[in-house]
């Protein structure tokens, strides 16, 4: 015969390391076919991390992950009548916070659209990303998948 664990004024006490409690069971209909135990993994939309090759990261325009190499790195800079805008880092090199976005127009339009360069920059005042739009636009860009013109 096993011991209740019980306290000696008749409560339960939790158990120790030793004992080991009983699958508590729902009462309720059970579907035919289907274990209450086993589930199914769901694959995710993104490709696993080791999958990507180097440093990985995410695009502010379609929020999907890519290799470092793949996007086109963003920067606060400032133009000529010291307005913030967000500027182009094709090199990485720029100093300051950045974010990444694939050198495309169908993500640079989903980016302003949500109004992502701001929340990814972290800054508060309105930003002008006509010079990351520019960029992409122009047939000089290396990563540009737009046709020329």
Do not use: W
């Amino acid at each position: 015969m096993t011991r209740r664990a019980t306290t000696p004024e008749g409560r339960r006490r939790p158990p120790t390391r030793g004992e080991r409690r009983a699958p508590v069971r729902i009462p309720g209909p059970v579907a035919v076919g289907l274990s209450p135990v086993a589930r199914e993994r769901i694959p995710s939309a993104c490709p696993e991390p080791s999958a990507l090759i180097g440093p990985v990261r995410t695009c502010v325009g379609c929020r999907k992950r890519a290799a470092k190499s793949e996007l086109l790195r963003v920067t606060v800079g400032s133009e000529t009548h010291g307005q913030p805008v967000v500027a182009p880092d094709p090199q990485g090199t720029a100093p300051g916070r950045g974010a990444h976005l694939h050198p495309t127009v169908e993500c640079y339009d989903l980016a302003v659209r949500r109004k992502a360069f701001g929340r990814a920059l972290r800054v508060s005042t309105g930003l002008s990303s006509a010079p990351v739009g520019e960029y992409l636009a122009s047939p000089s860009n290396p990563r540009s998948t737009a046709p020329p013109p």
